[in-house]
Structures are given as structure tokens and as C-alpha cells.
């Protein structure tokens, strides 16, 4: 009994220090000395469930997708059938691959996926058709973890990322709903809120959206991307804030100052009588095929033109954002066309489609 004892006490000490090391800091340096502790500890206890679920993590921080998924595996081969946790991990590692480059070095999930530095673009990217069907299969891992009632939030968030990835955005808006009910850190909660504000703004409920971004800076004050997230969805940005003779003389003083610039490119030869497909009559010149030739690819001409009338051209510009108008030349190009313009004097809403995507 007392060998016993020790026995167990020695294990727990073990995953005990893999579990700082892992947690605590997150180095590489402590990453990689806590592989090297777990594949010691496993070589002399090779069906210690719990050991490779602690060694998926660590791989898998390390950008080792394919070893981690093996140790899941071997965690799912020796787990109890009610354990959740190599369920977990399974999917993660799963989710992992399914973003993993062909001919490239493992991409890493947080750089992939991470809401914060890209937003709705990196939330709903979707992978490769050929990837799709590791996505199915972690979402059946993250379906099982929640099955067998994982404690944390993590199933649920991640079950909510294979959803969007899968275009099945209700289910994943129920998904994020259920993870935001959970127990998890801060930080994790957090990014639930932001998830779900994300999907409810892709179904174009953005009252809702905004309210998920307060309760995920409530959990995270200085959580960046829901913070930018709540801006862009300011009034002045979303029901358009301009009236119609406004946008008509904001896109007629663009067209004028980029019909200058092309004015002075180059001009075209004259064209041989009788050249093979010369077009028009001889000597005709040309500057260019239209405005985006002259375009900055910024939106300089309408924030000059917003200060030049004592508006915020921080605020016309997310408003021309929201409205697909990236740089000066798509104001000209698409804002007219997308918006319903009211009568001289009325106000701008937004056209059909909700916000550009």
C-alpha cells in the first residue's frame, strides 16, 4: 500500500510540474522542458491518459500539430470512456491541421484564428475545401468533449469556430452562447463574448452585437478587438450619417481631382494607320482606363474634403468602410450604387446587404 502510495504521489508530482510549466509562463524554453519531463514520464507509464492529453498541449503550443494529435489519440486510447479532456484535445489538434499550410511549417491557431488582429475575416475564415473534412472532424471531437460535460467553456468556443468554418453560422452562434455560460478565465470568456458579437453581426443583428462586445470588454477591459468592434458599430459608421447632396458632392470632388491625375500620365503614341487592333481614330490619346489608375488606395481625398467641412474624418471613413468604400476611387465606384439615396436634403441609409463583407 504505502508503495502504492508513493507511486501515485510521484505521478501527480510529475503532471503537477508539466502544468506549471506549461501555464506558468509559457517560454519556449519551459514548453520544451515540459515535453521532455511528460515523454520521460510516459516512457515508464505509457497509458497515463492524463500525461498525453498535458503532452498534446505542450506539442501543440510548439506548432507540432501532427505530434500532437498522436498523443490525443493515445490520451483517447487509455482514457476512462466518461474522460472529456482527450476529447478536447483531439479537436484541437484536429483544427490545427486543418489550417496547416501544404509546403509551409505548421501555422500556428492563435495567428490563424486570432479575432483580435483580424476580426470578422479571421473569425469565419474558411479553409481550404481539401481541409474541410479535418474540420468536421474536430467539430465530432468538440461535439463528444461537450457530450461527456467538459468543465470549461473551450468545447463550446471551439465547436462554434468549426460551425462558422462550416457556413452553419445559428448553430454557431448557439455554440458561443453556451460557452459564454461556462466557466473559463476572463481572457476566455472574453473571447466568447467577442465570437458571438462576430457571428450575430454576420447575421446582421448589430444591436445584439453590440451589446456582446460591452459584456466582453466587462470581462476584459482592455480587450482590443472588442473594443474596435463596439466602434465600428457606432451609429455615425452603421445608419449613415451624410445627407444625399453630401455623398453626391464628396464623390463629384473625387472624380474631379482623380480625372487631374490621370490628366497627366503618359499619353499613347499615335496609332499606325492600318496597326492590327488599334482602336479609335489616329492620334487619339489616352491616360487610362479609369479612375483607380489614379487612386492612392486610401481614402485621402474624402478625409481632406471632410475636414475641408468640419466633419470627423475618422468618422467618414468608417462610415464610407462600412459601405465597401475601401479607398477614394470606391467611393466613386460603389458608394452611390449601394446606398439608397434619399431626396435632396434627406438622410443616407444603409442599402440592402448590410455592411460590406
Not at 156 to 184: D, I, K, P, V, Y
Request: proline share 7%.
Amino acid at each position: 500500500m504505502i508503495k502504492k502510495f508513493e507511486h501515485k504521489s510521484k505521478r501527480e508530482q510529475t503532471l503537477s510540474r508539466a502544468w506549471s510549466l506549461l501555464h506558468d509562463s509559457g517560454s519556449d524554453a519551459d514548453l520544451a522542458a515540459a515535453i521532455q519531463l511528460l515523454a520521460r514520464h510516459l516512457a515508464a507509464r505509457p497509458r497515463d491518459a492524463e500525461g498525453f492529453c498535458l503532452l498534446s498541449e505542450a506539442l501543440l503550443a510548439r506548432g507540432r500539430a501532427d505530434q500532437a494529435h498522436e498523443a490525443a489519440l493515445e490520451a483517447l486510447k487509455w482514457a476512462r470512456p466518461d474522460d472529456a479532456e482527450p476529447y478536447f484535445r483531439a479537436g484541437l489538434s484536429l483544427f490545427e491541421l486543418a489550417g496547416k499550410p501544404d509546403e509551409e511549417g505548421p501555422a500556428s491557431l492563435s495567428r490563424r484564428l486570432d479575432p483580435v488582429l483580424h476580426f470578422l475575416e479571421a473569425a469565419l475564415e474558411i479553409p481550404p475545401a481539401r481541409h474541410l473534412e479535418l474540420i468536421e472532424e474536430a467539430l465530432a471531437m468538440f461535439q463528444d468533449a461537450i457530450e461527456r460535460r467538459h468543465p470549461s467553456c473551450g468545447p463550446h468556443f471551439w465547436a462554434g469556430l468549426c460551425l462558422l468554418n462550416l457556413g452553419r453560422t445559428l448553430e454557431a452562434l448557439r455554440a458561443f452562447e453556451q460557452a459564454s455560460a461556462l466557466e473559463g478565465t476572463p481572457a476566455a470568456l472574453a473571447e466568447a463574448w467577442l465570437l458571438m458579437g462576430l457571428t450575430l453581426e454576420e447575421l446582421g443583428r448589430f444591436k445584439e452585437a453590440g451589446e456582446a462586445y460591452r459584456i466582453a470588454l466587462a470581462h476584459a477591459p482592455d480587450h482590443p478587438g472588442a473594443r474596435l468592434r463596439l466602434e465600428w458599430l457606432d451609429p455615425g459608421a452603421r445608419e449613415g450619417f451624410l445627407e444625399a447632396s453630401a455623398v453626391r458632392d464628396l464623390c463629384r470632388r473625387i472624380e474631379r481631382e482623380l480625372e487631374e491625375k490621370l490628366e497627366s500620365c503618359p499619353k499613347l503614341p499615335p496609332a499606325e494607320e492600318g496597326d492590327a487592333g488599334a482602336e479609335g481614330p489616329a492620334g487619339e490619346e489616352e491616360c487610362g482606363p479609369d479612375l483607380p489608375e489614379a487612386c492612392s488606395g486610401k481614402i485621402e481625398i474624402a478625409r481632406a474634403w471632410a475636414s475641408e467641412r468640419g466633419l470627423d474624418p475618422a468618422k467618414l471613413e468608417r462610415f464610407l468602410l462600412y459601405h465597401g468604400a475601401v479607398c477614394d476611387c470606391e467611393v466613386v465606384l460603389n458608394l452611390e450604387a449601394r446606398l439608397n439615396l434619399a431626396p435632396e436634403g434627406g438622410l443616407i441609409e444603409p442599402g440592402p446587404g448590410g455592411p460590406a463583407g
